[in-house]
């Protein structure tokens, strides 16, 4: 279909200003967190050896969600709900940073949203011809896939850069199938993440400045994974089928989804919790190759970006659902395989907890034994230390497993 120069204008706008006001409120948050000392401590199971601040997820929520408002309506009920779900699990989010809720309380919050978008229609039509069952087990399906999606990104939230590079690179793909499928608010919105995610990444970027914890990834999963249901659904194309939609959805969200299936088979064969936090994920076993910590964040978005194009052309019956599905299934569980044989840096126990001491006695300590640390927009803060790690050390988010 023709897409209105009007709307074009309208979503490239909402991204400008989504831009701007993440990189702001970044620097922010960045300083509120500082001044209330919300920051993530050294720990045994993670590799970053400072004290950081992690509030950053409050400004990619609510940058983006304010650039957004501007072009949201009331007739666009399936873009509203995303819009409102999405930050009622980013609130959860922010809840899990401050006070560390239970996984239960996590996932009920996430289930319960998932369901409201249900309600108001953003399912996938699987079975739609199947009666009252065939809905029903698209309605699960959808919440499952939602709920999934959603904690693939805040595991993939565990070295700089990372999640919010894939986040920045895979939605003005799902944006321009909205905007060609007539969806324009929803569309302004993934631009808005996609742009708001540059701006963060000016503060996010190693060495990292600030992380944005479960209130940024959560969000950035929940929204992306509904986007991902909107416009993949079996009406949103002429000639859409069940195939053509199976094979487009893990597409759209590639790497999280074998992130998350590298973690799993590693933390089961370890005897670990899945929920358990490590340095095994994708980014870690491509940094034990030698590749840099930025490297590795490109990489990964890159990757995102090429695979979220095919999923596009797939989806739009352009490339072949059926052999592309084989494709899909066989590199996947390559990368699976392959990344179980890539060793990954294990500190001692003992080493993580000396360094672990270090970095709460040098976020506590008094202001005159402080070095300020550069920011990008306000020059420096009173409380934190130069970062005195590796070039390429990684700093993964306070609760990113």
């Known amino acids: 279909m023709t897409v209105p120069s009007s709307s074009i204008l309208a979503v490239l706008a909402t991204g400008g200003l989504a831009f701007i006001l993440v990189l702001v409120l970044t620097e922010v948050m960045r300083r509120i967190a500082i001044r209330h000392r919300l920051v993530a401590q050294p720990r045994a199971d993670r590799l970053h050896a400072i004290a950081t601040p992690y509030l950053g997820g409050v400004a990619i929520a609510g940058g983006t969600a304010a650039a957004a408002a501007g072009v949201a309506h009331p007739d666009a009920s399936q873009a509203l709900a995303i819009f409102v779900a999405g930050l009622s699990v980013s609130i959860v989010g922010l809840v899990d940073d401050l006070r560390s809720l239970s996984q239960t309380v996590r996932l009920v919050a996430e289930c319960l949203a998932a369901a409201g978008l249900v309600a108001v229609g953003v ?108 416009t993949c659904d079996t009406g949103g194309f002429s000639g859409n089928s069940t195939p053509i939609v199976i094979v487009a959805l893990p597409l ?65 019956d352009i490339v072949p659902a059926g052999g592309m599905l084989f494709a899909c299934m066989a590199v996947g569980a390559a990368i699976v395989g392959l990344a179980q044989k890539v060793e990954v840096l294990r500190p001692s126990a003992a080493e993580r907890l000396q360094s672990g001491n270090q970095g709460v006695t040098a976020a506590t300590s008094n202001h005159g034994a402080m070095v300020a640390r550069s920011s990008p927009l306000a020059g420096s803060s009173p409380l934190l230390p130069v970062q005195r790690t590796a070039p390429d050390a990684t700093a993964p988010a306070m609760k990113a497993p």
């Open 252 to 316: 759209m969200v590639f790497v999280p989804v074998v992130d998350t299936c590298t973690v799993l088979v590693s933390r089961l064969r370890a005897g670990h919790k899945w929920n358990h936090g490590g340095t095994d994920h994708i980014a870690h076993r491509l940094q034990a190759l030698g590749l840099s910590t930025s490297g590795t964040a490109l990489v990964l978005s890159l990757t995102a970006a090429i695979s979220a194009v095919i999923g596009a052309l797939v989806l739009t």
């Open 123 to 230: 399912h996938v039509d699987l079975l739609a011809n199947a009666g009252v069952v065939g809905r029903s087990i698209d309605a699960a399906f959808t919440i499952i896939w939602i709920v999934v999606i959603t904690n693939s990104f805040n595991l993939l939230d565990n070295m700089d850069g990372a999640a919010a590079a894939v986040a920045f690179s895979t939605t003005p793909v799902l944006a321009l199938l909205a905007l060609a499928n007539g969806q324009r608010a929803v569309a302004a919105l993934l631009v808005a993440i996609s742009a708001g995610c540059a701006g963060f990444l000016v503060h996010n970027w190693h060495p990292a400045q600030i992380f944005m914890g479960d209130a940024g990834s959560l969000f950035l999963g929940f929204v992306i994974s509904s986007a991902t249901v909107l």
